[in-house]
């Protein structure tokens, strides 16, 4: 088993970031000391702040979010006529509007 130096290390702090992975399921598949890996980490981390650069990292991962559009509106029937409002209109709204039309 041979030694590895800071550049290798800086490697694999990179995959482990971006194999969304934890540590300790990369090292399991790396055959490497979670402990050992969390130290040279930081060690890496540390030598990255002295520079005032950060690091860019490209996200891979996406995630979808599906929204069901409603149609339902929200209509309120008053003496004078009807005032239909979108099912997002706020509570605040509804309620000033309540108490516009008390007046």
Known sequence: MSRKTLADW????????TSGLS??????????NPKYFYSRKSLIKKSKADTGFVQAQIITKQTSRLAIAHN????????VGELSLPNETSAQFIA????????
């Open 72 to 79: 339902a509106s929200i209509i309120l029937n008053t003496s």
């Open 10 to 17: 800086k490697i694999l702090v990179d995959r482990q970031a």
């Open 23 to 32: 540590v300790v399921q990369f090292c399991q598949q790396q055959s490497l």
């Open 96 to 103: 000033d509007i309540l108490n516009g039309l008390a007046l």
